[in-house]
């Protein structure tokens, strides 16, 4: 079993920046590649970024060069640095993780961006 928490998210105007946690715990071994999606309301679930245990990242192209993604020297922590951020960017932002066949999700933060 896999847990994940996430952490960080808040109000922050356009333009400010905010840094997202995720923390994760139990059978963490098996962990290879985490992440992040977000699900503004009333629409998908959507990828922003991957990691994997060996550095490779992933962006969704709405957040290239605005955000990045990072882990933890004890690789069972990730990190969402998000900067200019803009109103769109308004969602529930959850972190992933892909282990033993199941996908785990965290309960998810809120970032809001006001304009």
């Known amino acids: 079993q896999v847990q994940l928490v996430e952490s960080g998210g808040g109000l922050v105007q356009a333009g400010g920046s905010l840094r997202l946690s995720c923390a994760a715990s139990?059978?963490?071994?098996?962990?290879?590649?985490m992440g992040w999606y977000r699900q503004a309301p009333g629409k998908q679930r959507d990828l922003v970024a991957t990691?994997?245990?060996?550095?490779?990242?992933m962006y969704a192209d709405s957040v290239k060069g605005r955000f990045t993604i990072s882990r933890g020297n004890a690789k069972n922590t990730i990190y969402l640095e998000m900067n200019s951020l803009k109103p769109e960017d308004t969602a529930v932002y959850y972190c992933?993780?892909?282990?033993?066949?199941?996908?785990?999700w965290g309960k998810g933060t809120l970032v809001t961006v006001s304009s």
């Open positions: 992933y993780a892909p282990a033993f066949g199941m996908d785990y």
């Open positions: 139990g059978t963490i071994f098996s962990i290879n590649t």
């Open positions: 990691i994997t245990r060996g550095g490779s990242t």
